[in-house]
C-alpha cells in the first residue's frame, strides 16, 4: 500500500514523533517545563491523528469495512492482515493515551507521558512500516 495520501500521511506521523524526540532531549526533566510539555503533547497527540487518519484512509480507500470508532479501524486492519496482533494493541493504546490528552482540565500524568515517549511512540512509526509493508 503505498498511495500519495498513505505517503503523506506516514511522513506527518514521522515528523511529529521527532518533533517530540527534539523536544524531550532524552531528558525527564523537560517534561516538567510546561512550553516542552505541551509541545510534546500537542505533537503526540497529532503523531496520533495521523495513525488514525492513515488508518480510516485505508480502509476506505480499499472498502475494507466501516469502523464506528478509531479504536476498531485498528481491529479491521488486523483483520484483514495489515497489521499484527501487538501493533494492533499498542495502537489502540496511544489511542487511549491522546484521548486522555485532550480532555480538558485533566492534568497529564508525567509518567505516563514518560512511558509513552520512551517506550510507546515509536509503536507508530512501526505502524506506518507495517503498511508499507502490506
Known sequence: MKDEIIIKKINSLERCIQRVYDVYDKDPDHLL????????????????????????????EYHLGIPQTYKES??????????????????KE????????????KKINLNA???????DLNNLSVLGKQILAY
Open 33 to 60: 517545563n510546561a512550553i516542552k510539555q505541551d509541545s510534546i503533547v500537542l505533537n503526540i497527540q497529532r503523531a496520533c491523528k495521523a495513525a488514525n487518519d492513515l488508518s480510516i484512509h485505508i480502509i476506505a
Open 94 to 105: 496511544m489511542e487511549e493515551f491522546r484521548h486522555i490528552a485532550t480532555e480538558d482540565g
Open 74 to 91: 485498528f481491529d479491521i486492519l488486523f483483520d484483514k492482515g495489515i497489521i499484527d496482533a501487538s501493533m494492533k494493541v499498542k495502537v
Open 113 to 119: 507521558l514518560k512511558r509513552t515517549i520512551e517506550k
